[in-house]
């Protein structure tokens, strides 16, 4: 059965998660989930996305992100970087099989308090698998540079994010994230579902 062709409209916010076949720990090592992020980064530049978030655990990667360029720019974006993370992955440990699991899942939201919570949700995943206490303590996230804007290399666009937040200032920004992570970590912090 042939796939239907997803409709990607630029400007819109998604959410993708992507999982690794049969939910195996294909990610587990740091240098996978490094890699992942250089990726990222390298379709970010070749596609102009707005990466406003994003998550890479043991098994599988959330990311929040608004395309500037073509309706085709997100699908040609996850097809690098889910392509190549397979194939370096599986040359190097002599592997045959699929990587991921089917397709990748993707979610329009909506600017506002629903990007916040959705920011909130990708944020806490490390921490609702148990697996940390806090999203600073998970190096493989966009919390890192939401906190702290990088001067190279950046991931977010914090541009976009304060756009589609209506927030003025990256402190501003800064301050507003740390509090909206803080306040869902006292209210439950293994909770499965903020959406």
Known sequence: MARAYRHFVPGYIWHITHRCHKREFLLKFAKDRYRWMELLLEAKMKFRLSILNFIVTSNHIHLILSSRGSKDAIPRAMQLIAGR???????????????????????????G???????????LNMVRAGV??????WKWSGYHEIQNPKDRYRLIDHNALKSFLNVDSNEVLATT??????GELKESPKRKSIL
Do not use: M
């Open 177 to 182: 994230h740390l509090g909206w992570i803080s």
């Open 85 to 111: 993370t397979a194939q370096e992955y599986n040359r190097r440990k002599n592997r045959k099989g699929a990587f991921w699991q089917d397709r990748y899942h993707a979610t329009a939201i909506e600017s």
């Open 113 to 123: 308090e629903h990007l916040w919570r959705c920011l909130v949700y990708v944020d």
């Open 132 to 137: 940390v206490k806090h999203p600073s303590e």
